[in-house]
């Protein structure tokens, strides 16, 4: 396609997971029901930890609002996918299109830094026991979520801000159901070497430097418990942070493997299809794997539950 002039160019086209009329029904369906058990979940796990004061410590703080984050995150791409599905349409605005891309880069971020955060709130825990309430108290708690809502939305309003100074675009498919950065930042002409470094930098910063502080956590975590005299001690150390730790391995494992796959493959369907993991299934199973392997958040669901019921 030719390429065509920016302020001409007043929507995309996304790109739609399967294009038999047969499957639309069950795709809608299945993506509907998905959406709302994300939904229902971490709202559960938000008014879990509200309602019960003895949930309220810096670990269960930290998972609200990892549970707020993935109710924003779906919520930034599911609910347009379930739309063009039911409407047979993929036109998304150019606005609508670099307003999606923004708010999923902050809440993207958020989730990786949270997930950081709370890596750390284990070191302490489990390798400075008795400094843990004067270290982790409620103003840096807070300070700490704070700091992680403003260097997301930094990252996002840079990335906004190199899009806005593309030009022109040589197509407007975009090879996903949402508009993926990514995708979204290739369909440009105007490839600038400085921006194409400044991206990649911010990209690589946040993506290997959130890990990077988990990995030195656990480091700490599994020398201090390896100290531990008894093999029981040790299992019920290990069995402490063992929710965290199912949730980091999810969200870098769906996260890295989808881009990795998408390398390797030339099909942008199944690319697409790939995406589903960590935008739709990740935040889905993050408060079901929480709940299962936590007795307090269990015992406090089945009360909330009990309650509501």
């Not at 959406?35 to 269960?60: C, D, E, F, K, R």
């Not at 004067?134 to 906004?160: A, D, K, R, W």
């Amino acid at each position: 396609m030719d390429p065509k002039n920016l302020t001409r160019v007043s929507e995309f086209h996304l790109m739609s997971l399967s294009d038999d009329p047969d499957l639309q029904p069950i795709l809608f369906g299945m993506f509907l029901s998905m959406y709302l058990i994300t939904m229902l979940g971490n709202l559960l796990i938000i008014l879990a930890v509200s309602s019960y004061s003895h949930l309220h410590i810096p670990m269960y703080f930290f998972l609200s609002n990892l549970s707020l984050a993935d109710i924003c995150f779906t919520s930034t791409t599911v609910p347009k996918m379930i739309v063009n599905i039911q409407t047979q349409s993929r036109a998304i605005s150019y606005v609508g299109c670099l307003t999606q891309m923004s708010f999923y880069l902050i809440f993207a971020c958020m989730d990786d830094m949270l997930l950081t955060v709370m890596a750390y709130d284990w070191f302490v825990a489990i390798c400075h026991p008795l400094c843990y309430p004067v270290i982790m108290n409620p103003g840096l708690c807070g300070f700490l979520v704070l700091v992680t809502f403003l260097i997301s939305l930094f990252e996002s309003q840079l990335h906004n801000l190199i899009a806005l100074q593309f030009t022109t675009f040589k197509d407007v498919e975009i090879s996903n159901f949402f508009c993926d950065p990514s995708q979204v930042l290739s369909l440009s002409c105007s490839h600038s070497f400085t921006n194409n470094q400044v991206m990649y930098f911010v990209g690589a910063i946040y993506g290997f430097l959130p890990l990077f502080g988990i990995l030195f956590s656990y480091y700490k975590i599994v020398s201090s418990i390896l100290r531990i005299p008894s093999s029981g001690g040790k299992y019920k150390a290990f069995s402490t942070c063992g929710s965290h730790l199912a949730l980091v391995c999810l969200f870098y494992a769906t996260t890295i493997g989808v881009y990795l796959g998408s390398a390797l493959s030339h099909s942008s369907r199944k690319g697409a299809v790939a995406s589903v993991m960590y935008t739709v299934v990740t935040p889905m199973l993050n408060p079901l794997i929480y709940s299962l392997r936590n007795r307090d958040i269990k015992s406090t669901l089945k009360r909330l539950l009990s309650r509501i019921v």
